[in-house]
């Protein structure tokens, strides 16, 4: 586990170079592309900014936007000594407890590090599942925090928001701008209009790729941390099958969720659809715990 950590680390600064450098080439081609090259670089500063604003806002705008508020260990002692317990068994600081108003049985842990992390569970997590069911997903959002998984998906967030800027503004300008001078480089133009369609969707499907990834590899910490698989799966099978979405949830914040949280029929399960799913099939990930429990 410690050494999947340190490689996350090293994988998150790896991934911060390999978008950096995308997010350059994004920009030279548009810039290649329009009459006004400088502009493009003011707004390439301009958009790396907003993103860098955006990933150390990122745990606000997310406990935000689903609408959770903290709590205090006596106003849900159970909850709070599950956390405290798991904190414990991983060796990391104790993170914020945030409660959401939702019957939707989910939960996510969001923040840049385990120093400034936050897990978040809806009251129908509480009510509809067992405690060690309970334990099995808290389990999981402790890994994704242990993991640096939340540091991870708050930079690859950070970098599909330059890129997308850089597009649209490459869009308006080229067909809005209203500049009767405009001579930009043809070729490039021409580049730069299939970049600017394809940049975003490759970006995307990117960061959700890695999403994907990270919660097998939560599961699998998770029942590492509470040596019982069964709880975990169980607790997937209930959340999965549950018909109502989580109210406030939105397809900015779906990858945070253990689940999808826009409830059963909304996800997407084979074949070119997979790329474009926040979370790997539940089955899937039921059947690989559930391995686990039959291994010597």
């Known amino acids: 586990m410690y050494s999947q950590i ?11 170079a390999v978008f950096v450098a995308f997010v350059s080439t994004i920009g030279y081609i548009f810039a290649q592309g329009y009459s006004n090259p400088g502009i493009f670089y003011f707004v ?3 958009a790396l900014v907003y993103s860098i604003v955006t990933y150390f806002m990122s745990a606000k705008i997310a406990l935000g936007m689903s609408g959770a508020h903290p709590i205090a260990k ?11 317990n798991l904190s414990i068994t991983a060796g990391l600081p104790m993170p914020k407890v945030y409660l959401i108003d939702d019957p939707a049985p989910n939960a996510f842990a969001t923040g840049r590090n385990p120093n400034n992390a936050v897990v978040a569970v809806t009251t129908g997590l509480i009510e509809r599942l067992e405690d060690e069911e309970v334990e099995g997903v808290l389990a999981h959002e402790m890994a ?3 993991n640096y998984d939340i540091r991870l998906m708050s930079v690859t967030a950070a970098l599909v928001s330059i890129i997308s800027l850089l597009s649209d503004f490459f869009f308006h300008a080229n067909f809005f701008g209203g500049e009767e001078d405009s001579s930009p480089n043809p070729i490039f133009f021409i580049v730069g209009i299939v970049m600017a369609l394809l940049a975003p969707l490759i970006a995307t499907v990117i960061q959700l790729a890695v999403s994907r990834r990270r919660e097998y590899l939560a599961d699998a910490t998770a029942a590492l941390l509470t040596r019982y698989p069964e709880g975990l799966a169980s ?3 209930k959340i999965s099958a549950a018909h109502e979405p989580v109210h406030h949830a939105s397809t900015a914040t779906a990858h945070l969720y253990i689940a999808s949280p826009f409830g059963p029929g909304k996800g ?3 074949g070119i659809a997979r790329l474009f799913s926040t979370h790997p099939p539940a089955e899937d990930r039921i059947a690989k715990l559930r391995a686990m429990e039959h291994k010597p």
């Open 235 to 237: 607790a997937l099978e």
């Open 268 to 270: 997407v399960t084979g």
């Open 74 to 84: 006596k106003d849900a002692p159970q909850l709070y000594r599950m956390v405290e």
């Open 6 to 16: 340190a490689a996350n680390k090293r994988k998150t600064f790896l991934l911060m």
């Open 144 to 146: 994704h925090i242990g």
């Open 44 to 46: 390439g500063i301009g």
